[in-house]
């Protein structure tokens, strides 16, 4: 097993390489900024998606809703572009809550941030697969099994450290990001020279009647909502500026910057290419896939333009396996989370954190079957809540400080709060019925556990806290009894037998037995190795061993008063992993049912086998 570890992960790393563990700006664009940018391959065809409830005659419509997220991501941008410069140490949203709004906002935003990044696996490799099985519709049967196999290979090469695996990703993230935009100039450059063909204004303004109701109205709202997908992944620079090499907050801000313009630049470009050449979505050929068509044609270009594509989608996951293990680990430092997700591992990556982000997404990956329109309306909820928490902790902050407030900035952050929170409140209404309840829900169970957590750890400091009284023994202490749970008389028992002897004088070894032959031959043979040890022996006619070995602990256990009582188990250990599969495990499975006994020591003594 552990061959097999290092030859997955890697040989462990020292301590004192965590600080050459850090990353260029060009590969922190890749790592951080793959969710965001990647989004593109379908941020488009949620908006259309939606709109189609209407009727393709409002399609146009898609353009003015994707200028009015570049114009929400430009605003964002400049808020958290502070966020940064104000808290260096990471943690985004979470962080400025937790020092500026109260514990209970903290953990909100924390729980929000979980959820978005778990949810982001789950879209993109989703997303990925349906790339993948648009170009190879033979592969549809095999989509759910396909996407966890990707999953378990971010997994491992996450848990190979954050250079290995930003090198890794860094060059599928640029070439992605080079084939789009020539996807754009080629197809722009179609456009001109066929002309407009798709969906317009002019031609289809009697859907204007549509938005004279209420329906019309909140089903624009909705495709708008959907098209936010396109700005989940923005807040992770700001939860990973640890990750940048020194200056760190200068770094984060200028990579965020570039991954804004390209964001905006590529969203805008495929929606208004998808409304130029009239695409509509289709069941088995995403929008993305039916333009690179249009503009390659059925040509090589177009299946490497897929290939690339599912590539991304894959990688775009890894924005969430650089976030997800940092924000967690900051969470559990302050003990709402089990502590072990604050630990480094042999690569000096949170493993923990990694491996609990693998297996929270294929849970959702296989209950949703891979779809990835199923999982979108789950999806922007909790980004946008952590959006306008992180914002209005910033705005409590500039607030409080007694130098002289820029006003210009505060005015950008005032903005992005007030929108932010708007989009929530579309997004959660539009989505509710869909599965945004679902998150909706999750949030406040997410932070009553992490309340339980935190009090867990609270009740343990106070209960193992040393006081005056402990600097002296309140009581003598007392040899105690041992019991020695026997299957035979051997090498193992022994051992076992000789250790005893040196902790106590009140010795008892137990075994039981199925007929009075077996009872026979372990005395006879006990007596001759140990007479000077009381053997007890239990007849189990039904032939089970864990029951009367637990009621006869119990029976000396009251007998004793409170007296000290070690259970002393020999436990043989075989050389070879696949071994154990050819014994029963007795020892490990009592111990299991003793270790909550308050007043009984449970004792492995271990016997190691040649061969």
Not at 166 to 194: C, D, R
Request: a positive charge; aromatic letters at 10%; glycine letters at 6%.
């Amino acid at each position: 097993m552990a061959y097999l570890k290092r030859l997955l992960i890697g040989s462990p790393m020292e301590t004192k390489r965590l600080k050459h563990e850090k990353l260029p700006k060009w590969k922190a664009l890749a790592v951080f900024s793959s969710d965001a940018l990647s989004s593109v391959a379908y941020a488009t065809e949620e908006i259309l998606l939606v709109l189609m409830l209407l009727g393709t005659s409002v399609f146009f419509y898609s353009l003015p809703i994707a200028l009015a997220i570049v114009g929400l991501l430009v605003i964002v941008t400049l808020s958290y572009r502070q966020i940064i410069y104000a808290f260096p140490s990471g943690g985004g949203a979470y962080v400025v809550a937790r020092d500026h709004l109260s514990t209970r906002t903290s953990l909100v935003a924390g729980a929000a941030l979980m959820i978005d990044y778990v949810l982001t696996v789950a879209v993109s490799i989703s997303s990925a697969v349906a790339a993948l099985t648009s170009a190879f519709p033979t592969l549809l049967t095999w989509k759910v099994e396909i996407a966890i196999a990707l999953v378990l290979v971010l997994m491992i090469l996450n848990l190979r450290g954050i250079t290995e695996s930003a090198t890794v990703f860094a060059y599928p993230t640029y070439l992605f990001i080079i084939s789009v935009l020539f996807l754009i100039i080629v197809g722009g450059w179609k456009l001109f020279n066929e002309g407009w063909h798709g969906f317009n204004y002019v031609n289809h303004a009697s859907a204007e009647h549509f938005f004279t109701t209420g329906y019309g109205v909140f089903i624009l709202l909705r495709a708008f909502s959907s098209g936010c997908s396109a700005m989940t992944g923005v807040e992770a620079i700001s939860n990973g500026v640890p990750s940048f090499k020194p200056d760190s907050s200068k770094n984060a801000v200028i990579t965020m910057g570039w991954m804004s313009l390209l964001l905006g630049t590529m969203f805008l470009g495929i929606t208004i290419l998808a409304a130029g050449f009239g695409v509509t979505p289709l069941e088995h050929k995403t929008v993305i896939s039916q333009i690179g068509n249009h503009v390659f044609g059925n040509s090589v270009l177009f299946y490497i333009f897929q290939m690339i594509t599912m590539l991304i989608l894959v990688l775009a996951a890894n924005t969430s396996f650089a976030g997800f293990p940092q924000l967690v680990s900051i969470i559990a430092t302050d003990g709402y989370l089990p502590r072990s997700l604050a630990a480094r591992g042999d690569r000096l990556v949170f493993s923990n954190g990694i491996i609990l982000l693998s297996f929270l997404a294929i849970v959702l990956i296989i209950v949703f079957h891979g779809e990835t329109h199923s999982l979108i309306p789950l999806y922007a909820v909790g980004v946008f809540l952590s959006f306008t928490i992180g914002q209005y902790g910033m705005i409590k902050k500039i607030w409080k400080e007694k130098t002289k407030r820029n006003v210009a900035i505060l005015s950008i952050i005032i903005t992005g709060t007030t929108v932010t929170g708007l989009v929530t409140i579309i997004t959660v209404i539009a989505k509710f019925t869909q599965g945004a309840w679902l998150v909706i829900v999750a949030i406040p169970l997410m932070v009553v556990l992490f309340y339980k957590i935190h009090a867990h750890y609270e009740k343990l400091a106070q209960q193992l806290k040393l006081d005056e009284s402990d600097r002296t023994i309140k009581k003598e202490l007392v040899a105690p009894k041992v019991i020695i749970p026997i299957s035979g008389v051997s090498k193992i028992v022994a051992q076992s037998v000789q250790y005893a002897k040196s902790i106590s004088d009140d010795i008892t070894a137990i075994t039981i037995v199925f007929t009075e032959e077996e009872e026979h031959k372990i005395r006879e043979k006990w007596l001759k190795w140990y007479p000077e040890i009381e053997l007890k022996v239990i007849y189990s006619p039904y032939r089970t061993i864990l029951s009367p070995l637990l009621d006869y602990i119990n029976e000396v256990e009251k007998e004793t008063k409170g007296a000290p009582v070690t259970i002393l188990m020999p436990q043989f250990i075989v050389k070879k992993w696949w071994h154990a599969l050819l014994h029963n495990q007795t020892a490990t499975i009592l111990r299991f049912f003793l270790i909550l006994k308050k007043d009984i020591v449970i004792t492995t003594l271990p016997y190691h086998l040649k061969e």
